[in-house]
């Protein structure tokens, strides 16, 4: 925990005003509102944020909002209960979805959001009924092209375009995958309307006529957002990671174990950032990503 408030100052005095704890599941941490709380105290920091399996999210708000949390991100790839038990291996999206709830009861709108990772063949019918999520909750639902790492299996048959899942929400066409019902619930097409980015936004924005929430598309693999990109990863064992798809990393961890001063480190930092690949990783794109299949997993590398 100290380590992670040295981080945090260092990386505030230099700029940065969000910081979000992702994982593995940051909720497993005994400490984290004590973590969280010491982030929240810095002066130049206006957002604290996690990212979560929404599980045991529900009795832990209560700690995590007066320690100072003002996002909550929930990752949730189906809304089926037998799908959800096959890929988490436990039951529980009763559980999930009430935390989305819950959350959304005690932050502000547009605080709370749901990633929801699209693959051809296993979430692509439930597109419009995670749009239907945001029709009552204020709830941001954000559909996250599949990238590849390390041990996901990623292949192209089944990846799913943000130009396919716009599609399938919009219009019974359906390109070219006629056969696939894009609602379990057999909802409709929606209307949607663009909304405006922000500047650093790694989200493509639009909104369902009359939803409370948004609707947003991470488009990283047919629409990179790379030149305008400026988050930075440090990973659960203190690796700097300037890109999510380069396999590049200093570890600050060992220099501050071995006496590097915030100075030392700030120098680190920068040297990093200098070296960073003008796109995805200096890949090129999605099939680079996969033939160079030297990143960590995703799950190793925090979400």
Same mark, same amino acid.
């Given at each position: 925990a100290n380590e992670v408030e040295r981080i945090v100052k260092l990386f505030a005095n230099g700029g940065v005003d969000k910081v979000r704890l992702t994982g593995g599941e940051p909720l497993l941490r005994k400490d984290l509102p004590e973590i969280i709380s010491s982030i929240a105290a810095q002066p130049t920091i206006s957002s604290v944020g996690i990212t979560t399996n929404g =599980? *045991? %999210?529900?009795? /832990?708000?209560?700690? %995590?909002? &007066? @320690?100072?949390? *003002? /996002? @909550? &991100? =929930?990752? %949730?790839?189906t809304l089926d209960a037998s799908k959800f038990e096959e890929i988490t291996r436990r039951k529980g999206l009763h559980k999930v979805l009430k935390a989305i709830e819950d959350a959304c009861a005690v932050l502000p709108q547009g605080h709370v959001k749901i990633n929801c990772v699209v693959m051809k063949g296993f979430n692509d019918n439930e597109l419009r009924d995670f749009v239907d999520l945001s029709k009552d909750l204020p709830v941001d639902v954000r559909f996250i092209e599949w990238m590849p790492f390390n041990d996901n299996g990623w292949n192209n048959d089944r990846f799913l375009s943000y130009a396919s899942m716009m599609d399938r929400i919009i219009s019974d066409g359906n390109g070219d995958d006629k056969d696939i019902v894009p609602s379990m619930k057999g909802l409709g097409p929606f209307d949607l309307e663009r909304l405006v980015d922000g500047e650093n936004d790694t989200t493509k924005w639009w909104q369902a006529a009359g939803h409370k929430g948004r609707l947003g598309f991470i488009t990283s693999m047919t629409e990179h957002f790379c030149g305008t990109c400026n988050r930075v990863r440090i990973t659960a064992d203190g690796q700097l990671k300037v890109c999510l798809f380069g396999s590049a990393e200093v570890s600050l961890r060992d220099a501050m174990r071995e006496g590097a001063s915030d100075t030392d480190l700030g120098l680190i930092v920068r040297a990093a950032l200098q070296k960073k690949k003008f796109a995805l990783g200096g890949h090129g794109n999605a099939e680079g990503i996969k033939k160079a299949n030297n990143n960590r997993p995703m799950t190793l590398i925090g979400g």
């Open positions: =599980i *045991t %999210l529900s009795r /832990h708000l209560p700690s %995590l909002v &007066n @320690a100072g949390m *003002t /996002h @909550a &991100n =929930i990752s %949730l790839d």
